[in-house]
């Protein structure tokens, strides 16, 4: 149908907008803070300044307050991608999707017709395009689940706002109450939702605000700060890892096959630990020097309550005397094998020298 004199404007208008697209690194400004001491990757409070707010996460830090966890589980791409997800996190119509207006949704249909709305802005791309993004909310075992469920709501309205679109869903039939986050991609100004680094520190800290102004003590610190240097595996590990330990596989995983083979080769002297181990015992040596020079501010103050967390922070610090890598943990496991296997006094001829001593052998094949 013809539009006379202004057909040129509506087809400028119905055109799909190309935007180029920024090449940059997302996590250069969060390597910068980490180098520095500065923005979400520093020590809590900036602990030059005893000040109230900086005392309080010290003292959640030193009494071990329930860290919270926060963490993407997946990019959905396509419709049929989205509408498996939401089936998953709605256990099949049991437990109700609820959206950002606080709508409840029961039905396949309606989580299938929501996976293709979102989906179908991105028809025109080329090649498989994320629709949506997920993430989960969780809090340790005894944690009330609506105030999770709330706490959740409360951190999505505030960091994500109308922007774009999202789905949650509280399940609790695991000790630990979690929520199942769903996030469109493509947001009504056409930017995209790519959580990474940096943005996960912002839901944990919003998500720990968020508990505590209902009455929850949370906290959401580096695991380097709390003197952790080990972190989670993937969900796809653990379960690999808990099939073995029930019997059902008897094949490792790739994961600690190598790990225990590079284990063996520095505990034999043939290799040395990854540079990063060593960065990260120097960098919990610095932490504890700055924690105890908090301590020793806070005896300074004269204040009762500031002397006993001064205390509780130097407990703290001997109960952490060290920080303990992955690489740690499995070298001291390499290291115990080679020392039991010394005290029994194996006469038995030595491996090839090709292949490290404590290197799982492959499964037989039985034909």
Known sequence: MPFGEHEEELWEAMKPRFRP??????????????VRGTGLAAIPGALRAIDRSARATLARVVRRTPE????????????????????????KGEIPLETRDGELISSKGEARQIAEEWSEALAWRRGATVSAVSMVFSMPAGT?????KQAVRDTAGRLIGDNHDYLMALHTDTPRPHVHLTVQAEGLDRKRFDPRQEDLFRFREGFAEALRSRGVEAEATPRYTRGQGRAGTSMALTQLRDRIRKGVSRQPTDADMRQAREAMMIALGKAAQPSFVGKSHARWESIKSR??????????TGNDE???LASEVRQFLRDRATIETVPDKVLRD???????????????AGPSQSVPRGTVPPPSRSR
């Open 21 to 34: 697209r920024l090449v940059s690194d997302p996590n250069a400004r969060y390597a910068r803070n980490l």
């Open 68 to 91: 919270v966890l926060v963490k993407v589980t997946g990019r959905k791409k396509g419709a049929e991608h989205l509408a498996a997800h939401l089936d998953y996190i709605g256990r």
């Open 144 to 148: 009330d689940p609506e105030t999770v």
């Open 291 to 300: 924690y105890g020079a908090a301590a020793d501010q806070l005896d300074q």
């Open 306 to 308: 500031d002397r006993k």
């Open 334 to 348: 390499a290291e115990r094998r080679i020392r039991t296997e010394q005290e029994r006094g194996d006469s038995r």
